[in-house]
């Protein structure tokens, strides 16, 4: 496995801006949690598992939401996930995010669902204002409401369900990275240029994505199924997907994108303060030289996860293998020396062939995929 020095953190989620008259504490030195949250700008929903940070009324409806990811984790990867903070939408005060990586091993930058449509419908606005100053405050509004109605509904992150599971995602990758890397200080609160040199974290891409990818919901695992679903029935042994000895050394397939979009961000004074965290749509996502559709590295993921964790009856699995791979290990080199005593074969070429016949064997007979979009992240 090679290792890059750097490569990037490109989550999903976006970090979208503003004001703040909120933060009188700004003069105070090293404000506490408490005291952040004293003030009456600012509302706090804490929970074992961290604490969610956002402006009055924004926070509800992540309740339970880092919890969940924690445990979830927790049964995934066998660790307590390490403590997060999530800062929502237009609490964006650099200073108090600051504040908060020194208090919280991790923290997400997250926009809300309403953070999200605002930000569609200002850019709306400011367009057709340009190309037509004339027009009259209702139509702009009618314009400005079926546009964001259209954006939503095409990237289908609006429905609250996909927006949870995208959460727990965003997290996964955090508590991931921390708990098997807990050297790296890895800031996506603010897009740096030394992030454009890496996907994620220190550890391969797939693996990375895979810890996020556990961590979903039902709602976006259906559509990672789609994916494996639509491999299977394709009938060409599985061309969609990534040969496991390219998966296992690859850039995650979105990566180039998703580093266009951070390098545009560090153009302006609201790009940057979106953060280094970058989401696309199916639709967005452009196919590789090698024809394949980034959103097939997710699919992957998933299905490889659910194999592994069959075939082995041990849910940790991947825990195992980060260990031996923060190590300075390679999955060729764990599998010739545990592969046996985890009940796998012994080397890549065996485990792909038997990975293509689980694959056909569970996503047999599966009606074809309707082509609803689901996020990448
Ligand atoms: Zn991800």
């Excluded at 064997?361 to 074809?368: A, H, V």
Aim: net charge negative; with cysteine.
């Amino acid at each position: 496995m090679k290792k890059p020095t750097y490569r990037q953190i490109i989550l999903c989620g976006i970090v979208f801006v503003a004001v703040s008259g909120l933060l009188a504490w700004q003069t105070r030195a090293a404000p506490t949690l408490e005291e952040i949250c004293a003030d009456k700008a600012i509302e706090c929903l804490t929970s074992p598992a961290g604490v969610v940070i956002g402006k009055p009324g924004s926070t509800a409806i992540y309740a339970g939401g880092v919890d969940r990811a924690a445990d979830q984790f927790y049964q995934f990867f066998g660790e307590p996930a390490p403590r997060a903070a999530v800062v929502l939408g237009e609490v964006v005060d650099r200073s108090l995010r600051r504040r908060l990586r020194e208090l919280y091993p991790v923290v997400l930058p997250w926009l809300t669902i309403q953070d999200r449509e605002n930000m569609v419908a200002e850019g709306v606005r400011r367009q057709v204002r340009r190309q037509q100053p004339d027009i009259g405050e209702k139509a702009l509004d009618a314009i400005v409401e079926r546009s964001v109605e259209a954006s939503l509904a095409s990237s289908n992150t609006g429905s609250e369900d996909l927006h949870q599971g995208v959460f727990a995602h965003e997290l996964g990758h955090l508590f991931f990275i921390r708990t098997f890397w807990p050297g790296e200080d890895l800031d996506v609160t603010e897009p740096n240029r030394m992030q454009l040199d890496r996907y994620a974290g220190p550890g391969p891409d797939w693996l990375d994505e895979m810890a996020a990818v556990l961590m979903e919901n039902e709602a976006l695992t259906a559509g990672r199924e789609e994916g494996l679903t639509d491999a299977n029935n394709a009938a060409n042994d599985f061309e969609a997907l990534w040969p496991l000895e390219e998966y296992f050394d690859m850039q995650h397939p979105a990566f180039d994108q998703a580093k266009r979009v951070i390098q545009a961000r560090q153009n302006t004074a609201q790009g940057r303060a979106r953060g280094g965290v970058v989401m696309l749509s199916r639709e967005d996502l452009e196919n590789g030289d090698d024809g394949r559709s980034p959103a097939m590295f997710y699919s992957q993921s998933r299905g490889f996860a659910d194999f592994m964790i069959e075939r082995t009856g041990n849910q940790r699995i991947f825990a195992t293998i980060a260990r031996d791979i923060a190590a300075g290990g390679t999955m060729s080199g764990w599998l010739a020396r545990e592969g046996a005593a985890m009940a796998l074969p012994s080397n890549i070429n065996q485990l792909e062939s038997e990975f293509w016949r689980w694959l056909a064997n569970r996503y047999k007979d599966q009606p074809l995929s309707s082509s609803s979009s689901h996020p990448h992240t």
